[in-house]
Structures are given as C-alpha cells and as structure tokens.
C-alpha cells in the first residue's frame, strides 16, 4: 500500500522519495568513465606484454624475477654532482667481474638503473650476483659515484626459484580471496550482488594494475610483493565498502517495496554517501602521509593503496548501484534476506 501523503516519511512525497543525489541519472557518465580508465589500464598492461624489454602485463621488480639489488648512497655535502642515470649503466658495460660459482660471467648490459633522493641514492638492479662480483660492481662505480656512505649501503638478492615462488603466491592469494568473496555474497546476499561485487573488485583492481603498467612504461617503475599485499588490501576495502551499500539497498527493498528499484537504489546511495565519502577520506590521510613523508620504500606501495581506495570508492558509489537495476528483473520478485 502506497503511503498517503500525509503519512510519508521526511524525504518522501505522495508519488515515493526525493533523495538530494540520484547516482542513476548519470549511470551513463560513470559507465563511461569506468569503462575508459578500464579501456586505458588493458592497454598499458598490453604495451607492456608486448615491450621486449619487459614481457609481462606489469613491470616486474626483484621480488618476483630474482636477481641483485645494490643501493649506494653518495657522501655528498649539500647537493650532489649532477649525475644522469646512463653514465651508470655505461660504466656497469665497462666493469669486468670475477667468474662465478659455475664460471659463468653476469651480463650487466640490462641492468636497471634509478637515481633517488635527487641524486643521493642509486639503485642498481642486476642479475644474481655473488659477493665478489658485488664488491666488484660497487668498487667499479665508486670513481662515478664519490665517496659512499657505508651504513647507505644495501645489497639484497633474490634466487630466480624464490622469485617465482613469490610471483605464484601471490596471484594464488589473489584468486582465492576472489573466490572466497563470491562465496560469502552469494550465500549472505545473492548471486546478482555477488557477480557486481565481484566486477567491481576487477574493476579496482584493474585500474590499479594499469596506473602501475604505464609508470612502469614510462618511469621504469617496478611492482614487487609490496604491491601485491597492496592489491590484496585494495580487494578487501572495496568489498566491504560495496557490502554496505548492498546493506542499505536491501533495506529499502522491504521500506520502499512499492518504487521501482532504480529509486531504491539512489535512495540507499545518498544514505551511504556521505558516509563513503568520510571513510575514503580518513583512510587515505595515513597514505598521503607515508606517500609525502615515508620515503622511497613505502611510497610505491602507499600510492597503490590510495589509488585502490580512491577507486574503489568510485565502483561502490557508481558503478554497482547503477548497473544492479539492469540485471534486477521487477518481475521476478526477490526475498529479502536476513542477517
């Protein structure tokens, strides 16, 4: 029974609600949106497959290929010497090392090269080396380098059968939290809302890899387990922040069971939007911290966190709610689970 106009609700008019913001009237806008930052991160992540150079969807780090990281910080007083990332690499093709453990000797020629810290910091990425050829390398670079801070320096390595391993477990964990997820939706909710949870998570997750495909085209900006946790983080933030709009909606079901679902819908969004908007913002201030002041190790991983918040925030707010009444038959009436 429609309720009369004297009886409706605050926000309510004789003919059903007024919310002050209706996600479904730009459905379209953010359909677009979502579908050219989709459009945009397959087509980074294909220019990298097809880059010879790096051969994969995301450019990998060490983590996951195995190898050699050295990190040299210089002994400067003020600013450094000027110093251009490909007078490094030309001194690596220059250095002769001592054999290895099987008599083979490393190719430097495709060593990663990055200046940090304006200049203060290289970082060197190589193929496994062993401690004498790493001695060698940092004792090769020192005449282009200065003096270097003994407590700055860094070396860490990476067998290539670890690195795989990494690589394989974390796409594993990955699949099984999609998989776990679908299962809770499904059973708490339904099988509608487990499949737009699910686009959702791809969505965030998708974007997110194809900002970290094209700097890695671009800046030659590597992804390593950090970056993988991050994704993993990303996938829960975005499902609870959608499962609280799936509550509401379900609420409004059995409240506003006389309207049609796209006015359910927009009426349960502005309800939560507020609340998404805080949540977002207050989850991203530690990030923006770790991003201006946690320095070079945390800033890669805390951008990906602030990115897969920030959009994961855009799907629950625009792109689930707006597509459930295209999949939402009304003929087909629903029961509204309970908690």
Request: aromatic residues 8%.
């Amino acid at each position: 029974m429609v309720p009369s106009p004297s009886s409706s609700p605050a926000g309510t008019g004789p003919m059903g609600i007024h919310p002050r913001f209706r996600i479904n009237r730009h459905r379209v806008l953010c359909w677009w949106l979502s579908g050219l930052a989709c459009l945009l991160s397959l087509v980074g992540m294909g220019l990298c497959w097809l880059n010879p150079t790096i051969g994969a969807p995301l450019k990998p780090g060490l983590d996951f290929t195995g190898g050699t990281q050295i990190q040299l910080t210089r002994l400067c007083e003020g600013d450094c010497d000027a110093l251009q990332a490909q007078q490094l690499r030309d001194g690596l093709q220059k250095l002769t090392l001592p054999p290895g453990d099987k008599g083979a000797t490393p190719n430097l020629s495709g060593a990663s090269v990055q200046l940090l810290d304006k200049g203060q910091t290289a970082l060197l990425r190589l193929s496994a080396l062993t401690p004498d050829q790493t001695n060698a390398v940092v004792k090769g670079l020192e005449p282009l380098l200065g003096p270097l801070s003994t407590k700055g320096t860094q070396v860490d390595t990476i067998g290539p059968t670890l690195g795989s391993q990494l690589l394989s477990s974390s796409v594993q964990s990955l699949l099984v939290s999609f998989v776990f997820i679908a299962i809770y939706i499904t059973f708490r909710y339904d099988r509608i809302y487990a499949f737009l949870a699910l686009l959702c998570l791809a969505h965030d997750v998708l974007i997110t890899c194809g900002l970290f495909a094209w700097l890695g085209l671009i800046g030659g900006i590597e992804v390593d387990t950090l970056f993988a946790v991050s994704l993993l983080t990303v996938a829960g933030y975005s499902v609870t922040d959608t499962v609280v709009v799936f509550d509401r909606i379900r609420e409004k079901q059995a409240a506003l069971a006389h309207l049609p679902v796209t006015d359910q819908v927009d009426d349960a969004v502005a309800a939560t939007l507020t609340r998404s908007l805080y949540t977002s913002l207050t989850t991203s201030l530690p990030l923006l911290g770790l991003i201006f002041f946690g320095g070079s190790t945390l800033f890669w991983f805390a951008l990906a966190l602030a990115v897969g918040i920030g959009v994961g925030s855009w799907s629950s707010i625009a792109v689930a709610p707006t597509l459930l009444p295209l999949l939402w038959s009304p003929a087909k009436p629903r029961s509204v689970a309970t908690p």
